[in-house]
Every structure is written in C-alpha cells, then in structure tokens.
Nanobody
Framework: VQLQASGGGLVQAGGSLRLSCAAS????????VAWFRQAPGNEREFVSA????????YYSEFVKGRFTISRDNAKSTVYLQMNSLKPEDTAVYYC???????????????????WGQGTQVTVSS
C-alpha cells in the first residue's frame, strides 16, 4: 500500500490542523494506521493509531484530549484532527500502516511496514 500524508503547516499555539493519510493499492479496511512524529534531535514517537476492522482509536498521553484520529474506509483515508496545538507538538508527522496488526504492536514503529513521506507541523508560541 502507498501512503500520502498531507495537511501540515504553520499554526499559532492553540490553533488546529487536520492531517490526512491517503492510501492506495490494497484493501484499506484491513490495515491498522498510526501517526508517529519526530522532532529534530529526538527519536520518532507514537502519537495515535486506529485499528483495522472496528476502528478503535488509541492515543499517547501527551495528545489525549486534544487530538482525534478517524478513518474513512470508503476514501481509504485516515485523519488526525489536532486541536489546542502546543509548540512542543512541532515535528514531522508520519503515517504508517500494517495489515491485521495486533493492538499490542500499535505503539512501536518497527511493526509498521508501510510509511508515508511525512508532513511538517510547526506550532509557534
């Protein structure tokens, strides 16, 4: 499956952005999709994931209550609505996918075998 991430940009603290991850090539409904992010000098970290099948969402503690992940299987797209953005949310955001991935592995990047190109999110103070 090919993934195309989009929607990043520059926003002031407290603002909102919506990222999109558009997939093509395979049966999208069978894929768990996640967002990871990487800031300069930092390791890539888990942000959010949505399961295949029943579309259960999962969030890291630092975005819970501010970010919402959703998917539209008819459009083969996953969205990450980011509200109340903070300067520490500044990073390159990557979407990733893996078919029939178990929930136990959602939070670790090495279990995802398809990756988008990344989209820059910059939050100014």
């Amino acid at each position: 499956v090919q993934l195309q991430a989009s929607g990043g940009g520059l926003v002031q603290a407290g603002g909102s952005l919506r990222l999109s991850c558009a997939a093509s090539g395979r049966t999208f409904v069978n894929y768990a999709v996640a967002w990871f992010r990487q800031a300069p000098g930092n390791e890539r970290e888990f942000v959010s994931a949505i399961s295949w099948g029943v579309s259960t969402p999962y969030y890291s503690e630092f975005v819970k209550g501010r970010f919402t992940i959703s998917r539209d299987n008819a459009k083969s797209t996953v969205y990450l609505q980011m509200n109340s953005l903070k300067p520490e949310d500044t990073a390159v955001y990557y979407c990733a996918a893996a078919s029939f991935l178990s929930r136990d592995y959602f939070f670790t990047d090495r279990y995802y075998n398809f990756w988008g190109q990344g989209t820059q999110v910059t939050v100014s103070s």
